[in-house]
């Protein structure tokens, strides 16, 4: 099992977000009994992609089934005759285009064509949790709905969109789905328009959680409707609902200034002289990577002066789960990216050790001098509120006093 590539249902069409471009997004599903495996992905215009159908082998390594490629969207399909007691992959890997376009997508079945437009609840896009979408109203006055459901066990989620409050309203419901098209709903609820610029909102449902195998699905419908008759077509808009039952999975933080005098303060916290670098991953409840996720980091080299704060913006997790400043995947994969915050002049108040060194007699001997500092990472819009620090010395400076 691969827990970067998404567990989805066999022969339900639902809408796939197109990855950015150098980057990809993968799918999941097994075959038991003998029976054909094959996939249907309708890409936009404009899009250069390659998808591969391909077996997975518990040594990690597997082959490839069926490619397909295309310089400009489209359809592309692949299939292979009937297997068994198998676990298939497909990627969709994107040389250029935009990311979060939404790609309808089936496995083991047939897209309608022409595909039908999302402006009927019946006709609701069904999109992947955490996958941010960008897609446009057609007209003016148009409405869409798009259905995503919650992961296994998970009731409750964060609301994340993007549009022009003038022009368009956003409203969700609770919604349980108990056959493709078919929904119970619960009240609409408004998105205050204070929230059109991609502020987080919490969902809670009352319908019961999702269970492996279940015959029905819980998650949230999203409606977005336009209100100006005067608002220019295509008007863009973004959403996303993300898990908000997320863990640290991959967290750490490192120096590779090959500091090895061995300043004796709080051993064994890490020491950094010129900078920190910061690891980060998240996870969700069923052990599956967050794509999409807003992450905040925030180091500060003095842990008693807030002048000295720094923090990194805009991060957001990547198709592999980790935080980064872009949504390309990690050319090198595990641990992922390294996030590093480099340091001014030591300021202010510091802690200081005479003669000291590496173990051994005779020894090198040192004076030096340090500060106490602090990496706090969070996760914004987790229930409960996920949040750590990491403590690290930063040495502010060091004098020889001669080999003893």
Known sequence: MNRFCREITLGRPFTAVTPAAGSAVCYQF???????????????????????????????????????????????????????????????RTANGTGGLPAPLVFNGTLPSPFPASNTIATATRVD??????????????????????????????LSSTFASM??????????????????LGPELGVPASYAAGQQL??????????????????????????????????????????????????????TESISRWYPEFPPQLEAANYVTTKIGVKDINGFWVKNQPV??????????????QEVTGLKTNAEGKASTNALLPATGLPGIALTTNFTACTGGVMTELDYGP??????????????????????GSSPATQTSLNFIRICSETYRGYK
């Open 202 to 255: 919490t969902l809670t449902s009352t319908y019961p959680a999702n269970v492996a195998g279940g015959t029905t699905t819980a998650g949230f419908l999203v409606k977005v409707k336009g209100i100006n008759s005067g608002a220019p077509a295509n008007q863009p808009y973004a959403l996303r609902i993300g898990s908000a039952k997320v863990v640290f999975a991959d967290l750490s933080i490192d120096n």
């Open 296 to 309: 905040t980091l925030k180091v500060q080299r003095d842990f008693f002066n807030d002048n000295t704060i």
């Open 359 to 380: 173990p051994g007699v005779p020894r090198d001997h040192w004076d030096g001098t340090a500060q106490q500092g602090t990496v706090t990472i969070a996760l914004p």
């Open 30 to 92: 097994v075959v038991n009994e003998a029976a054909p495996a094959s996939f249907q992905l309708l890409l936009p215009t404009g899009i250069s992609a390659t998808a591969e159908l391909s077996m997975g082998r518990s040594n990690g390594q597997g082959f490839t089934l069926a490619r397909a490629k295309t310089t400009d969207g489209g359809l592309l399909s692949g299939s292979v005759a009937p297997i068994r007691f198998s676990r298939i992959f497909l990627t969709l």
């Open 129 to 158: 949790l955490n996958e941010e979408l960008k897609t446009t109203l057609a007209g003016p006055l148009d409405e869409a709905y798009h259905f995503f459901p919650l992961g296994v066990g998970e009731t409750t989620a964060v």
């Open 167 to 184: 022009n368009q309203n956003v409203s969700y419901f609770q919604a349980e789905e108990t056959a493709p098209g078919t929904f119970n």
